[in-house]
């Protein structure tokens, strides 16, 4: 009788305690198992790796231009079997090396649950044929958010579309540590702005995607041109709108938005098909490697002061609109959740900000202060204002135009002198799509943000026009007489 006493004051002792630490001990010992080996790829280790070896030399023969002075911080790769997609998947292996990365973040879409948004393996290890991957700490602040990433039994995780990808990374990087997320269909933003904020330059981010499903081999190559066009130019309208684009489009739609934010420039490394390597060509599958290269360090955009989240670049939105609506006189008084967020530290950092206005497209307004005498705060409200009414340029903005006026926030760095010896090399050392470009002669000046190289993407067109807004001869920049500086900027765009 004792015995059966202390048996059930045990479990009732043990039950207790699951009540108090029921997450954090769930998968304390627990290692996700490889799933598709022998299916997908080799189960057998020394197979494995000469298959591997094998799609790398094949992989090597593409030419590939890969940007001077710019660090790799993504990349997308197909998750199908090694024979159909491999030799796409083994192009990763011309921007990876061994000890690159500590971190790896992997993104592959929900094949088989069907959940909100994503999930991650409550396992402490991944194993392939060539090994474990132990798990990254960083897990532990996804979890905080469990409105976003719940807890994935390893029991039940047979998710293939990170499995696959694995051995590729374990022999390309050697040693790292894993966070592996499953991504269901969901709020892209704030997965996005979770994702972020654990980057850094030790991180590399990979998205696992095949494309097009099942289309004949032309209807897959326009199919999957347009998408990798949309991609490559961070804009995936025809991703968000269309289907069977890519069965990892919401992976992609996170990639492409963190791109953005941070100015990383894709690279296509490769496309095929399954009609390329082993498959029917009257139904395929498209596959393609893209990889994404920005400037060091993360998390800081070079010499930016702070660096602000996509939520607080929203913020930064609604209060320019709400300082022109309390300009125009056309609404009510700011809301009281806005005034509370505005309390963030982050807000009241001086710093130089641009506040731009456009409609359908076209240019409305532009006003900023280049040097960090204001606060975010102020320089955002002030600039708002002056944008829509003191921009010599245009008449005064109506308040019947406001609604059909989008709003664009710039925050820059510090601007730094670029010293140069003459056009050429000025040419050579501004970095198209990252450097705003202030230019100084006498009592004349300029500058252009970053985001004008979308419109002037070749830098002599970009540098004559800026001359001739100071006020100079278009071929002003050709010698060394201009003082010209460079700044760099995040910014944000009201959703159109």
């Not at 769930?26 to 290692?31: D, E, K, P, Q, R």
């Not at 806005?338 to 900000?353: E, K, R, V």
């Not at 510090?414 to 050429?424: F, K, M, S, T, V």
Request: with cysteine; aromatic share 8%; net charge neutral.
């Amino acid at each position: 009788m004792k015995t059966i006493i202390n048996q059930v004051i045990f479990l009732a002792l043990a039950f207790t305690l699951s009540l108090f630490f029921p997450a954090d001990s769930a998968g304390a010992a627990t290692v996700r198992q490889a799933v598709w080996a022998g299916r997908f790829y080799p189960a057998d280790p020394t197979e494995l790796k000469q298959k591997i070896d094998h799609l790398t030399r094949k992989a090597q023969k593409t030419l590939i231009r890969i940007p001077h002075n710019k660090f790799l911080r993504a990349v997308i790769m197909p998750h199908a079997g090694y024979i159909y997609s491999g030799w796409t998947a083994a192009h990763a292996s011309r921007v990876l090396q061994a000890d690159q990365f500590s971190k790896v973040i992997i993104l592959g879409p929900d094949h088989r649950i069907g959940f909100k948004n994503a999930a991650i393996s409550d396992a402490t290890a991944y194993e392939t044929p060539l090994g474990k991957i132990s798990l990254h700490r960083d897990i532990t602040k996804l979890w905080r958010q469990p409105d976003l990433f719940q807890r994935l039994p390893a029991s039940v995780d047979k998710e293939h579309s990170l499995e696959v990808i694995l051995p590729f990374l374990q022999h390309y990087l050697a040693d790292f540590q894993l966070i592996p997320v499953v991504i269901g269909q969901g709020d892209v933003q704030r997965v996005s702005d979770a994702l972020d904020s654990l980057l850094n330059r030790d991180t590399l981010l990979v998205v696992s995607s095949d494309f097009s499903h099942f289309l004949s081999y032309a209807e897959a190559l326009a199919r999957d041109r347009e998408t990798i066009d949309e991609i490559i130019n961070l804009k995936p309208a025809k991703l968000i709108e269309s289907d069977n684009r890519a069965c990892g489009r919401t992976p992609l739609l996170i990639v492409t938005d963190i791109a953005r934010r941070h100015h990383w420039q894709p690279v296509l490394l490769h496309y095929s098909n399954s009609g390329d390597t082993a498959g029917d060509r009257s139904r395929v599958v498209g596959y393609a490697a893209i990889a994404f290269f920005g400037d060091l360090p993360m998390n800081n955009t070079d010499n930016l002061t702070a660096q602000f989240s996509e939520a607080q670049g929203q913020v930064l939105l609604k209060l320019a609109r709400q300082a022109l609506v309390d300009k125009l006189g056309s609404g009510k008084p700011a809301a009281g959740d806005l005034l509370a967020t505005l309390n963030d530290d982050c807000f009241n950092i001086p710093c130089g900000t641009f506040v731009t206005l456009k409609i359908k497209g076209q240019l409305r307004g532009c006003i900023g202060n280049l040097t960090s005498s204001d606060t975010v705060l102020d320089g955002v409200r002030r600039n708002a204002v002056n944008a829509a009414l003191r921009d010599p340029r245009f008449a005064p903005l109506s308040i019947d135009e406001l609604e059909r006026t989008r709003i664009e926030v710039s925050i820059l760095s510090e601007p730094q002198p670029l010293a140069y010896r003459n056009g050429q090399e000025l040419i050579k050392k501004l970095r198209v799509h990252v450097d705003g470009v202030i230019i100084r002669k006498d009592h004349a000046s300029a500058t252009f943000l970053p985001q004008v190289w979308e419109q002037l993407p070749r830098p002599e067109n970009f540098l004559t026009q800026l001359c001739l807004k100071a006020g100079l001869p278009s071929d002003a920049w050709k010698n060394s007489e201009l003082e010209v500086l460079t700044y760099q900027v995040q910014y944000f765009e009201e959703n159109q």
